[in-house]
């Protein structure tokens, strides 16, 4: 089966300036997540999709970050504008039940 | 909170080495414990997994035993070899809500000739 498709794989960005990642999930899962990766950390939640519908969302930074998933299949995730320590790798996830995660291969993004 | 403690990195083995991660976690509940693993340019991968006490996932000659005396889901390897290189992550989930994965910082495994 097709994976987590993401795009694009890198990007480089003023800082102030706005940005926007596309995710595609794997055909028929319902559940989507958009995770965080700073270097040297682990992946951090984001927001959690369950088909259109925000699961969670407790730890995006809803001042300057939005993400949605319309029609319940591709999600877009927005910085906007984006900050110095918004340099990381974004992570894409889809699920058709837990232990089903599939990530993709992400997108590098880095503000200067 | 929930979180994971991992062993920090970086790691540097010879080939045939015997490996060790160890990870410890604090949680709420039950967890379902699991390993994943990141090689060079690619995506996070699931290694292996546990969902109970005493459960013991294996993969790719990879094992960990969930310990929940000592709340531990440590990672082991008998003989490493050059393709192991990459960077090995635990994480839990809670069997419960949102079902999100909580990560470890993540430990650099590098295996040299």
């Known amino acids: 089966e097709a994976g987590v498709a993401q795009s694009p794989r890198y990007k480089i960005i003023e800082k102030r300036q706005s940005v926007a990642f596309w995710c595609n999930p794997i055909?028929?899962?319902?559940?989507l997540y958009w995770y965080q990766q700073i270097l040297g950390q682990g992946p951090k939640l984001l927001i959690q999709f369950q088909n259109n519908g925000v699961v969670d969302d407790s730890q995006l930074p809803k001042d300057r970050f939005s993400a949605e998933r319309l029609k319940g299949v591709d999600s877009t995730l927005k910085i906007q504008p984006a900050k110095l320590e918004d340099s990381a790798v974004y992570l894409c996830?889809?699920?058709?039940?837990?232990?089903?995660?599939?990530f993709g291969s992400g997108t590098r993004l880095t503000v200067v | 909170g929930d979180s994971v403690t991992q062993m920090e990195g970086p790691v540097t083995l010879s080939e045939e080495a015997f490996l060790t991660i160890n990870c410890t976690y604090t949680?709420?509940?039950?967890?379902?414990l699991f390993w994943y693993v990141q090689y060079p340019g690619e995506g996070l991968q699931l290694l292996l997994k546990a969902t109970k006490a005493d459960d013991k996932g294996s993969n790719k000659g990879f094992e960990a035993t969930y310990r929940k005396e000592t709340t531990s889901f440590h990672l082991e390897k008998g003989s490493v070899q050059v393709s192991d290189s990459a960077v090995y992550f635990c994480a839990l989930s809670l069997q419960t809500g949102a079902n999100n994965l909580f990560f470890g910082t993540g430990t650099r495994l590098t295996v040299i000739p």
């Open positions: 996830a889809s699920s058709l039940a837990l232990y089903g995660y599939t």
């Open positions: 055909s028929g899962h319902a559940t």
């Open positions: 949680a709420t509940g039950y967890p379902s």
